[in-house]
Structures are given as C-alpha cells and as structure tokens.
C-alpha cells in the first residue's frame, strides 16, 4: 500500500507545486487567508496576499453577486419602454441618427421596430418593467435601474471583456480579482470568488481571470455535483482514512524542512495541504441543495435558478464575490433575429431567480449589504436587422442594481425617445466599476498595480462614482 500512497502523493506535490494557475490552485490559495493568520507571530500573515484588508473606508457592501446576461439584453423590450419607438414604427430613424455606427446594420437603411412587450409600472415606485417579468415585477421597490449605460465597444468579446475587466483587450484582471486584492478573503473554507456558467462563453474563462495580478485572485469556476471545484477529488489509492496519513506525513517533513529553512513558499505549502482536506468537504456542502426546505427550492425553480440560490449559500458563507453568466452559444441574448422570442424566452428562464433572489436576500436580512447586479455587455437597437432582429447597441442600455447600499425603487438616467443612445446622466462601464468598488469601501482611483512601469485600476484612467444611487 505504501508504495501506491508514495506514487500518489509524488503526483499530488507535483501538482500542488504548479497549482497556482489552475482553478484547484486559487481555491486553494483562497483557503489560505485565515489559516496563515494563526502564524502571525511567524510572520506568515504579512505574507499573506489573501489575509483580510481594510477598506480605504466604511463600506456598505460585504458582497456582490452579479447577474450576468451574455449577448445583450433589449433595454427597450425590458426596462426602457419607449412609446415613441412603438408610434413610429416601421419608419426610417430621424436623420439625427444616420451616422451611429452598428456592427451588422446601417441605421438610415433600416426601419424603427417597435417593442412587442408590454409594461406595467410596478410598486410604490412605480418603475416600468416588462411583463415578461411577473416575478421580478414585484421588487420593483429593492430596484434602481440605470436607464443611461453606455460605452464605445459594439462586439461581444472586447464589450464583455470590458464589462468584466474594464478593459476591452484581454489580459486585464476581472471585478472579483481587483475586490480580492483589494479586501483579501473572508471565508476558511471556500474561495472569495467563484463563477458560475452553464454554457461555453465567447471570451472564454479569461472575464474572470486576474490578468497581471497574482494568479490566487482570479475566479474559481464552481458546478453542482460531489466534485464542485476541479482538481481536489482524492485518487482513490487515498480513499478512507490513508488521506489523512499522507498528510501527516507530509506535514512532519515539511516542518522539518522549515525548522532549518523558512520558506513562505512552503509555509503556504503545508497550510494547503490541511485546507485542501477541508475543502473536500466544504464545497460539496455548499452547493447541496438538499438541505434547503422546499418552499425555496420551489420559489428559486430549476437551472438559472438554482445558481442563484447557490449564489445566496456562497455568501453566507463568507464568498465575497459571485458571479453567474447566464446564456452561451445560441442560448443567449443575442437576438439578431426573431428580436421578440429570443428576448421572451430569455426573460423566461431568469425572471424567477432573480426575484427569488432578491425576495430570499431581504428575508435572511442579507439584501441591505449584499450588492446585486443585473446587466449585459450592452443594448440592441431600436432599429431592425433582417426582417425582425436587433443589432449590437452599446451607445445606450438599461442595467438595474439592488441592496448593498443602492437605493431601492428608482431610474436613473434615460435614452433618447428610440433608446439609441444616454442622453441623460450617461454612466459608462467604469461609473459602474467605479460605484461597485466604493460600496466595499475601495476608492477605485487607488486600488491599483504596478506593470511595467504604469500603474493599472479596474477603471483605467476614467471613472466617477454615481453617488445619486447610494443611499
């Protein structure tokens, strides 16, 4: 036997050594955060690039868990009705509108398309809200929706490498990466960012990678099942209780190791070992929704649903950072064609987890400092592609917000009469970043990292936090 553990093992160190770049890697860097604390008279804490930080003020948000609708969401089918656009259509664009630049389409060649959704004004508030959305309908009040995103990026991958990044080339570090270097982790047992997908996205894994930040603060990609996290599944050969020896083993020579050499390296190493071990246990746990009464598991529904409901047992326990891209390959937003159907049935299968979420959110007390945020890479346009599609439109779009110190029950900022572009209170993908990192107290102008010789931020060089939405 102790040969087949020995052969295991040599395996098992060879890929903890190389486990920083790999998802198995960061979910274990993630677990180290705390651990390391308990050696702080050794200095290991100071080391620590996970150990939990201040930040640069109170903040009102502990975490955010971010909806993230791939291929581009119909701003004027959804949350920016547009009576005029209905009133003409199946005109010509006024001239104004000749010379915006589409990805597919040519305005002054194409006729305006009324929306074939329908609106009512919900809550209190009285926001407008398709009623596509019966569910979601109803948190009209817990909902600041931002009628005025735009930006300057109309294809998919540089726009969700923007969204995400916010940069549209790849290599920069994503929203959750910049939240973990900026705060650390709070959770023993799982990582401080995880992800969520069900189908292949255009970029690739990179929107929530770290980019020229240390490789323990990108994303972990997680699913449901007995193996949610890869690469921390024991072999076989270390079934029953021989883990367990292993590990002591390893560690007894690892602290000999140290006792005549220090090495954080292998101080992290011996740490990783023992919080692997847990993890084994703790993310299984946390995805089993099983032990949820049925009542929720019925309120949330299935697929899309029940990643959102992951989301909410994540945040209980201690992930900072969520984020679930819904859509993929042909299952998307992108309604380049049959505009109506494709965005009907996309509103369909997302409706009832995001009211869920935001109704459970409020019931566990949760909602006040949990950051909820709906959204895409960008809008359509208010115009046709083919006979009954919508073509890319980032120059005006709708996203909407909730909880974590966002004020409830309001719009922010409007399109133009067709919802071609922000005309008022325009807020850019880095406004949005930007008001993101100061609900965690971060001033985006001064979380940054040095790279080649320029310091780099989530917001670039540009940014203003939109403080009419904070409460």
């Not at 926001?127 to 596509?132: A, K, P, V």
């Not at 945040?315 to 109506?340: E, F, K, L």
Request: glycine share 12%; hydrophobic share 35%; proline share 5%.
């Amino acid at each position: 036997m102790w040969t087949d553990l020995r052969s295991v093992l040599l395996n098992r160190r060879d890929w903890l050594s190389h486990a920083g770049g790999s998802l198995g890697g960061v979910a274990l860097a993630s677990l180290l955060a705390r651990e390391e604390r308990l050696f702080a008279d050794g200095g290991l804490a100071a080391g620590n690039p996970l150990a939990a930080k201040a930040p640069h003020f109170p903040a009102k948000a502990k975490a955010v868990i971010y909806l993230f609708m791939h291929g581009g969401p119909s701003h004027m089918d959804i949350l920016d009705p547009k009576p005029m656009l209905t009133k003409f259509d199946g005109q010509t664009p006024p001239e104004e509108f000749h010379k915006i630049k589409l990805e597919f389409t040519d305005v002054k060649k194409q006729k305006l398309m009324g929306s074939a959704q329908t609106f009512s004004r919900c809550g209190q508030s009285g926001i407008e809200i398709c009623d596509s959305l019966p569910n979601l309908q109803q948190c009209a009040d817990e909902m600041c929706v931002i009628r005025s995103m735009h930006h300057e990026v109309f294809n998919h991958t540089p726009a969700i490498w923007l969204a995400n990044t916010g940069s549209q080339f790849p290599g920069r570090a994503s929203l959750g990466a910049w939240l973990s270097y900026g705060l650390g982790s709070e959770s023993d047992n799982l990582p401080s960012f995880v992800v969520m997908h069900s189908k292949p996205l255009k970029p690739g894994p990179g929107v929530w990678g770290n980019g020229f930040l240390p490789a323990v603060y990108q994303g972990t990609r997680i699913s449901s099942g007995a193996a949610p996290v890869p690469y921390l599944t024991p072999p076989s050969a270390l079934a029953g209780g021989n883990q367990r020896a292993v590990l002591d083993y390893m560690q007894g020579l690892n602290q000999e190791h140290a006792q005549h050499r220090h090495d954080r390296v292998l101080d992290a190493r011996i740490a990783s070992y023992e919080l692997a071990f847990r993890m084994q246990s703790a993310a299984p746990e946390a995805v089993d929704l099983r032990t949820e009464e049925a009542a929720t598991l019925e309120m949330y529904g299935k697929g899309f649903g029940e990643q959102c409901l992951t989301a909410r047992r994540l945040v209980q326990r201690g992930v900072r950072c969520i984020q679930i891209y819904h859509g993929g390959d042909a299952d998307d937003w992108d309604s380049h064609g049959d505009n109506d159907k494709q965005q009907g049935k996309r509103m369909a299968e997302v409706d009832r987890g995001c009211a869920a979420l935001l109704k459970d959110l409020r019931r566990l007390g949760m909602l006040d400092d949990t950051l909820v945020i709906w959204g895409g890479e960008f809008g359509r346009t208010p115009t046709t592609e083919g006979k009954s599609g919508r073509d890319h439109n980032p120059y005006g779009y709708s996203v909407w917000l909730a909880g974590g110190g966002v004020k409830g029950g309001i719009t922010y900022g409007a399109t133009d009469d067709f919802g071609f572009r922000a005309v008022e209170k325009p807020v850019h993908m880095h406004d949005l970043n930007a008001t993101i990192l100061h609900q965690f107290g971060l001033e985006h102008e001064k979380l940054t990292w040095r790279q080649q010789g320029r310091d780099y931020r989530l917001t670039d060089v540009l940014g203003n936090v939109v403080k009419s939405i904070l409460s």
